[in-house]
């Protein structure tokens, strides 16, 4: 595996934050920058993961004897002893029985030695990251982690692993049965940092991997992969840019599935959903490769001011008063005009995120870049979603583009954000019932990618 720069784990655009969370045990950041694999500390590289093994594996066991007696002092004032039971308790409550060891991975750099340790428990995983510095640990932090399941196949379709980019991204590619030289849609998932499958609630549903399967059943391919951030929280640098976090992979995905030979080259269809559907103008039109593409729950508006909406409704869904709703509606909008203004490389953290990200997307007019876009595009919306709005978000797709011949539209009555039936609840507990995405959003999607090559509308792009 290739050395990985090191970094705080920014969480991009809370608000449409679909999957993934931790427990941050140390309040600095993690050291960033690291180039090599090289260890810097005392002990060699076997003893140093052995070590960092153990050290978590007798956590999981309900031990921190052994972990507390190697805090540094700066670690040791931060978290008294018997804090960090406490502390592992709560992160781990949900995640059922402990398993085993799913991977260790070391990495070196000017800051100290690191260890990341990821145990498997019944329900998810869990990431341990040690920094070791003169053979004591001066940082340890916790993050969720959806460990992939292995490709499978089965009736309809086959898959097998692939990585994706620079950063050697788990990946998969999943073929209809039997198909020669089928189209390929690449999969961008929402905000947040999300597994492949864009797994979200506390029942594993699996967004992205219903809409692999469901389009390999109707002779269509699909290519998903972990966001950057998700699989190495720790690469994630202080001026976080829209680029690191999607663009640049998403190029690596289009690249590979134009040059892998199972697919066809000239059908390759970007699909993004929330903030990737946001974004899937921009990926069209930055990547002559693409032939299509398909928004579910985009919206063509900033995402600073989907935010203020989003939290509008939240809030006076949470029975507070007008006048309480006001004042914390003022603190969200002075927020959002920070976000607005953010400067190119800056670090202070902005809604969830630092300004370097606010200002990477502020750079993209999604809107413009839809209206001058040559491919066909297919915007979908669910009509009960609560963090995108079809009365708001997709009518403004419909009036931009109204006059647009290759934008097509389909709106779901009763589907929430992830396009699967909602229950009438509007916060994100609504995802924890098990569901799957609506057969129809898959019949719909599978039929238009086939009307195209019918009409002769594919591959019109700026190539």
């Not at 040559?374 to 079809?390: C, H, S, T």
């Not at 009365?391 to 699967?420: C, P, V």
């Amino acid at each position: 595996m290739k050395g990985l720069k090191k970094g705080c784990l920014a969480a991009a655009a809370a608000a449409l934050l679909l999957a993934g969370s931790g427990a941050a045990v140390r309040a600095e950041e993690p050291p960033r920058e690291a180039e090599t694999e090289e260890q810097s500390g005392s002990l060699s590289d076997e003893s140093l993961a052995e070590q960092g093994e153990s050290l978590a594996v007798s956590m999981a066991e309900g031990s921190f004897e052994e972990a507390e007696a190697l805090f540094s002092q700066e670690m040791k004032a931060q978290l008294p002893a018997g804090t960090m039971k406490a502390v592992w308790e709560q992160t781990v409550a949900g995640l059922g029985a402990y398993e085993d060891v799913y991977e260790v991975q070391e990495s070196g750099g000017p800051a100290g030695d690191m260890v990341k340790v990821t145990l498997r428990y019944e329900q998810s995983g869990l990431n341990v990251l040690f920094t070791f510095t003169g053979g004591e640990i001066s940082g340890l932090w916790l993050n969720y982690y959806n460990i992939p399941q292995e490709a499978s196949s089965g009736e309809g379709y086959q898959e097998q692993e692939i990585s994706i980019g620079e950063y050697e991204l788990d990946g998969r590619l999943t073929l209809p049965e039997d198909a020669q030289n089928p189209p390929v849609v690449i999969l961008i998932q929402g905000s947040g940092q999300s597994d492949m499958n864009e797994t979200v609630g506390e029942a594993g549903n699996a967004p992205f991997r219903d809409l692999a399967l469901g389009l390999a059943e109707r002779g269509i391919a699909t290519i998903r992969y972990n966001k950057r951030y998700y699989q190495y929280p720790e690469a994630a640098p202080a001026d976080l840019t829209i680029q690191d976090e999607v663009l640049e992979d998403a190029a690596a995905a289009i690249a590979w599935a134009a040059e892998c030979g199972l697919v066809d080259e000239n059908r390759i269809i970007v699909l993004g959903h929330s903030l990737g559907g946001m974004l899937a103008p921009a990926i069209a039109a930055e990547n002559p490769r693409v032939s299509a593409m398909i928004s579910l729950a985009g919206s063509p508006r900033k995402l600073e001011d989907i935010m203020i909406d989003q939290n509008r409704d939240a809030l006076e869904n949470a029975g507070l008063s007008a006048e309480e709703v006001e004042e914390q509606m003022e603190l969200v909008e002075a927020e959002a005009g920070r976000a607005r203004e953010a400067k190119e490389g800056g670090t202070d953290i902005v809604l969830g995120a630092p300004e370097s990200y606010w200002y990477s997307l502020n750079q993209i007019d999604g809107a413009q870049l839809a209206l001058n876009l040559a491919v066909p595009m297919l915007f979908l919306q669910g009509e009960a979603d609560f963090q995108v709005y079809a009365d708001t978000d997709f009518a403004m797709w419909q009036d931009l583009l109204e006059e647009k011949e290759q934008a097509s539209f389909r709106l779901y009555e009763g589907l929430n954000h992830m396009f699967m039936p909602s229950s009438g609840k509007r916060d994100v507990t609504e995802y924890d019932a098990p569901a799957h995405v609506e057969e129809q959003v898959l019949q719909d999607i599978a039929d238009w990618i086939d009307s195209l090559q019918a009409s002769g509308k594919e591959n019109v792009n700026n190539r």
